[in-house]
């Protein structure tokens, strides 16, 4: 018969003492945990989106461009552009007090009474 190897004491887990870090909670000074951070973007609809993305030619064609530009002679400016998936965007616009919202139409055309849904 052989000999087997006799089992190796168990060495019980003491758990954390007083001097020993807490990882699960420790972070880093500055920081803040990635829970946080992911629920923070997804209450946030747009992601990691601004609002109003750096590249307008993108987003906007000729007709809306020049439009824009003339609306903003008038004080009016470029709020944000909605960018559905699978749709075109939608570019919204307000009055220099933001008192009045409106969505800059393909043709150029600046539509009042869209109907456009907007979070409070």
Do not use: C
């Not at 750096?54 to 004080?75: C, K, P, T, V």
């Amino acid at each position: 018969m052989r000999n087997l190897p006799s089992p190796s004491p168990r060495l019980s887990n003491p758990g954390p003492s007083a001097d020993s870090p807490n990882i699960a909670g420790s972070r880093l000074p500055g920081r803040t945990p990635l829970a946080q951070r992911l629920q923070q973007l997804s209450q946030d609809k747009r992601g990691q989106q601004k609002a109003i993305p750096i590249d307008l030619g993108r987003y906007l064609n000729e007709l809306q461009l020049l439009a824009l530009h003339s609306l903003e002679s008038f004080g009016w400016q470029l709020w944000f552009i909605r960018r559905p998936l699978f749709m075109q965007p939608i570019a919204v616009v307000s009055n220099p007090d933001s008192s009045r919202h409106a969505v800059l139409e393909v043709d150029g055309s600046i539509n009042i009474q869209s109907g456009i849904q907007l979070r409070t």
